[in-house]
């Protein structure tokens, strides 16, 4: 296993609170807009978290009072247009495989969404596990505004599982934003909390999660991902192999032990 406490990226901030790791873009200025190099870095990041035994949970903070503004015009928009096919297609592999690396990172995700996100940022938002945000949030899944196609890093196949099928077909079409009411309302925020308020929800939350048992959690997440592409007796299954996996876990001792000793119990992740 790795530590990811000594990460040091070049195109996003990260510091570790405990067992959380904090992540913001950092381009406030622009509304915080990704790049090729913001792309494959937490990419990269993400796939890594899978062996980091010191990270229980992620958590996504905006910064300057914007999440993401999506893929950065000047840096990402214009080359594109010039690009031929073979690079198109390298391009969109790798921005969905950052949602893939997101989904199959073992560790719970929390976005802390503010302003706008809006492309790529709400992609980002959806492909977590938890969401909360600001009254003053907007979410943009505005790929057709641009010419292209609703169907982009998965949102054809994420979103409407969390917001249902003809919401999502509504905001993939028209590309308008979804007010944070809206997100609420919906199930796409898990709740709304004032603005000076946010990074510390959020960050409560992460550590609540945390500071649980972070072998099962990770099986918690792989489940949830799986499972929609099994039948109802295959998710049964694997949910019962997945548990007894869990039954052998130092954790599950220790719970039973504390339980019995009416402490609360202090998981170790193993």
């Known amino acids: 296993m790795s530590k990811m406490s000594a990460l040091k990226p070049k195109h ?3 510091h570790m609170d405990g067992a959380v790791a904090v992540i913001q873009l950092n381009r ?6 990704l790049t090729f190099d913001s792309y494959a870095e937490l990419r990269d990041t993400f796939r890594d ?11 996504f903070l905006p910064n300057g009072g914007n999440f993401c503004s ?3 015009v000047h840096d990402i928009i214009g080359p594109l247009i010039a690009m031929e ?9 790798m921005t969905g495989d950052l949602v893939k690396a997101m989904l199959h990172c073992s560790k719970p995700i929390i976005a802390a969404l503010d302003g706008i996100a809006a492309g790529a940022g709400a992609i980002l938002a959806m492909a977590s596990d938890l969401r909360i945000a600001t009254p003053q949030a907007r979410t943009a899944f505005l790929f057709n505004r641009v010419g292209l196609a609703g169907c982009d890093m998965g949102a054809c196949a994420i979103l409407p599982r969390i917001i249902g099928q003809g919401r999502a077909a509504e905001l993939l079409y028209t590309g308008r934003s979804m007010t944070a009411q809206e997100g609420e309302a919906w199930g796409f925020f898990n709740k709304l909390v004032a603005a000076d308020a946010l990074e510390k929800e959020a960050l409560v939350l992460a550590q609540t999660i945390a500071t649980g048992p972070a072998f099962a959690n990770g099986i918690t997440k792989t489940q949830l991902d ?6 109802l007796d295959q998710a049964i299954e694997a949910e019962a192999q997945a548990q ?4 052998q876990t130092k954790d599950f001792e220790r719970a039973y032990r504390a339980f019995v000793a009416k402490q609360k119990p202090v998981f170790e992740g193993n």
């Open 85 to 93: 096919m073979k690079e198109l297609l390298a391009f969109t592999r």
């Open 12 to 14: 996003f901030l990260w």
């Open 244 to 247: 007894a996996i869990c039954m």
């Open 49 to 59: 978290l899978v062996y980091a035994d010191d990270v229980g949970a992620v958590v």
């Open 226 to 231: 799986q499972e929609w592409s099994m039948s």
């Open 28 to 33: 406030p200025e622009r509304k915080n807009p």
């Open 70 to 72: 999506g893929g950065d």
